[in-house]
C-alpha cells in the first residue's frame, strides 16, 4: 500500500507529536475567571482539580488565585452573591455562580450552561418560601397583609409575592407586607422576629429542623457557568470559555458512571449484551482468531454490584471495572 505526500507527512507528524494541541497554540491568556467563596467553594476547588485545571492560591483564605492553564490571565474567588453583577460588567470574563443570584440581581450575562453540582449533592438549590408547621397558610396568596417576611432574596421574593398579590414593602410603617433583609440563619427568626421566611433548600433537613413548612417554590436553582457577553461575543474568549466548560462538564458526566470491559463466546454475546445498561450501544469488537468478543460500556457505579455477577452469569470473563475521569460527548 502506497501513502501519499500528503498522507506521509501527516502520519509523521502525529508519530512525532508535531500538530497536537500544546500550550504554543493558545499565544495569550484571555480569560478572568471569578469562582465562588462560601458553600460551594470546596466542591467548585474539587471540580477544577478533577477537570485538570488545579486552582492554586497562598491560603485557604486568599481572595486570588492562579490555574495554570494557557487560556486563564488571572482567577478571583468571591461571594457567588457578587459574582452575577461583576461579570455583567465586565470586571470578569466568567464565573460561576447559581441562577438564584443571578435572578436577584437582574444582572444580564450569556449563561453557557449549568453545571450540576451544589454544596453535598447534585441536586439543585430551591429557593422556597416557609412558615411554621402549625401555620395555616397554604400558599403565598394566602399571607394576609402586613405580614413579615425575612430572607437574602430581596428582590426574588418581591417579585414573587407581587405576582401571588401580596404586595411587598421595605418600609415597616405600613399596613402591606415587609421584607427584612437577613444576612443568615434565616430559618431561625420564625416565629419571634418574622412571620415566613424566604430562603434555599438543598435536602430540606434545615427547614425542617427549625420546625418549618414550605408553602410555595420560588426558583429551582442550579449552579452555572456564566460570560459576560462582550467577552462571550469575542471569538478568542468564546473559544477558550467553551474549551474550559467541555472539561468542567466532562467531569461531572463521568461522576457516578464507570467503563466496564469484558470479553465474551460468539453463542454468549446476545445474552450478555441484554444485561447491560448501556449509556449508549456497547462497543463490540471481535477477538483475533474469531476467538469471541470484546466488549465496553459505561454504566453507573451504584448498579455494579449487582452487574458483574449477572454478566459472569450470562457467560461474560475476564471482567474488568474501570474508573472514569471524563466523559465528552
Known amino acids: 500500500m502506497s501513502i501519499s505526500g500528503n498522507g506521509r507527512e501527516r502520519a ?20 478572568k475567571l471569578v469562582l465562588p467563596k462560601g458553600s460551594l467553594e470546596r466542591s467548585t476547588m474539587d471540580l477544577f482539580e478533577a477537570a485538570d485545571l488545579p486552582v492554586r492560591r497562598d491560603s485557604s483564605v486568599s ?9 486563564i490571565e488571572s482567577v478571583r474567588i468571591l461571594r457567588p452573591q457578587e459574582i452575577p453583577t461583576y461579570v455583567a460588567d465586565g470586571l470578569f470574563d466568567l464565573g460561576i455562580t447559581g441562577r438564584d443570584w443571578v435572578e436577584e440581581t437582574g444582572s444580564q ?4 450552561g449549568e ?30 397583609s402586613g405580614v413579615r417576611v425575612s430572607t437574602e432574596y430581596p428582590e426574588l421574593t418581591r417579585r414573587f409575592f407581587a405576582d401571588k398579590g401580596v404586595v411587598i414593602s421595605m418600609d415597616v410603617d ?13 430559618e431561625a427568626k420564625v416565629p419571634d422576629i418574622v412571620d415566613c ?44 470559555m467553551e474549551q474550559v466548560l467541555t472539561l468542567l462538564s466532562g467531569v461531572l458526566e463521568a461522576r457516578g458512571k464507570v467503563l466496564v470491559k469484558l470479553n465474551v463466546a460468539t453463542d454468549a454475546l446476545d445474552a450478555v449484551i441484554e444485561v447491560l445498561p448501556a449509556m449508549k450501544t456497547p462497543t463490540v469488537n471481535e477477538l483475533y482468531g474469531s476467538a469471541g468478543y470484546a466488549v465496553e460500556t459505561v454504566v453507573p457505579k451504584n448498579e455494579i454490584n449487582i452487574l458483574i455477577p449477572a454478566l459472569k452469569d450470562a457467560g461474560a470473563t475476564d471482567i474488568i471495572e474501570l474508573p472514569l475521569s471524563k466523559i465528552v460527548h
Open 63 to 71: 481572595y486570588k488565585a492562579t490555574i495554570d492553564d494557557p487560556r
Open 197 to 240: 421566611v424566604v430562603d434555599i433548600t438543598e435536602t430540606g433537613s434545615a427547614l425542617r429542623a427549625a420546625g418549618l413548612r414550605v408553602i410555595d417554590v420560588i426558583l429551582v436553582s442550579y449552579t452555572e457557568l456564566v460570560a459576560n457577553p462582550a467577552a462571550f461575543a469575542d471569538p478568542d474568549k468564546r473559544h477558550a
Open 115 to 144: 453545571l450540576r453540582y451544589s454544596k453535598a449533592t447534585t441536586n439543585p438549590i430551591t429557593v422556597v418560601v416557609a412558615v411554621p408547621g402549625d401555620s395555616e397558610y397554604r400558599s403565598v396568596s394566602d399571607l394576609p
Open 174 to 186: 405600613n399596613d402591606r407586607a415587609d421584607i427584612r433583609l437577613s444576612y443568615g440563619a434565616t
Open 109 to 112: 450575562v450569556t449563561s453557557l
Open 12 to 31: 509523521v507528524a502525529l508519530l512525532f507529536g508535531f500538530g497536537r494541541p500544546s500550550r504554543s497554540d493558545y499565544p495569550r491568556r484571555v480569560l
